[in-house]
């Protein structure tokens, strides 16, 4: 059992390229987020999806995109790094509505830095 | 101000002690979490409470609703429990999505 997958674990880049990070879950789960975790400051949810084809804003969405096609992958777009997008991200999922008070499943983060 | 306030920052205890970590928050929940981070590593949730108490091997998590404050004690501390514990919560209403604290490091001594 997977459980929630992220890839690619390390990366470097310069400001202003392009790259996904990639998420996916084996879990059957319709909650999936992204979180960015930064020194001395608490998890930030960046966006979230409730379920297959809906994604919403979360509170620092400002230069990510999201789009969820299927249940078990919701990858994360970086249009234009930047350095202050320099930081450690995290994918979380679990169920939702009537279950939703569930355990959260992280993964094991991507440490990316941006030059 | 912060919805999730976790104290102590930082703590350091030598093994064997009994730890406390509190967890206080200021706005209605449906549930708390408490998480697990080792140094470089991913987070594990090791309890997610809306009452009462729970109990994992060396691990008790207990929360009061009306007093909107969550404790996480460690018994016997070992120098493995070195970690930044994470408190998060399920605002009323908020579906699955979570808010956080901070987190507090926790350094076990040999």
């Known amino acids: 059992n997977a459980g929630v997958t992220q890839t690619p674990k390390f990366q470097v880049l310069k400001t202003g390229q392009s790259m996904t990070l990639q998420c996916a879950q084996d879990?059957?789960?319709?909650?999936m987020s992204w979180y960015r975790q930064d020194p001395g400051m608490g998890l930030r949810l960046i966006h979230y999806?409730?379920?297959?084809?809906?994604?919403d804003q979360g509170e620092v969405p400002n230069g990510y995109n999201v789009s969820r096609s299927t249940t078990e992958d919701f990858p994360l777009r970086l249009l234009s790094a930047a350095p202050s997008q320099t930081s450690v991200y995290f994918c979380?999922?679990?169920?939702?509505?009537?279950?939703?008070?569930?355990?959260?499943?992280f993964g094991d983060g991507t440490r990316l830095s941006i030059l | 101000k912060n919805e999730v306030e976790q104290s102590p920052q930082n703590l350091t205890a030598q093994e064997g002690e009994f730890i406390t970590i509190n967890c206080s928050y200021s706005?209605?929940?449906?549930?708390l979490h408490w998480l697990q981070q080792h140094p470089g590593g991913g987070i594990v949730s090791l309890f997610m409470?809306?009452?009462g108490k729970k109990k994992h091997g060396r691990l008790i998590a207990t929360i009061n609703i009306q007093e909107k404050h969550s404790s996480l004690h460690i018994t016997a501390s070992h120098p493995r429990d070195s970690a930044v514990y994470i408190c998060?919560?399920?605002?009323?209403?908020?579906?699955?999505?979570?808010?956080f604290g901070k987190g507090i490091t926790l350094s076990v001594r040999p």
């Open positions: 979380a999922s679990s169920y939702t509505g009537p279950y939703s008070n569930q355990p959260q499943h």
């Open positions: 879990m059957n789960h319709e909650y």
């Open positions: 999806s409730v379920g297959a084809g809906i994604t």
């Open positions: 706005v209605g929940i449906s549930a």
């Open positions: 409470l809306s009452s």
């Open positions: 998060a919560v399920t605002m009323s209403g908020a579906n699955s999505k979570l808010t």
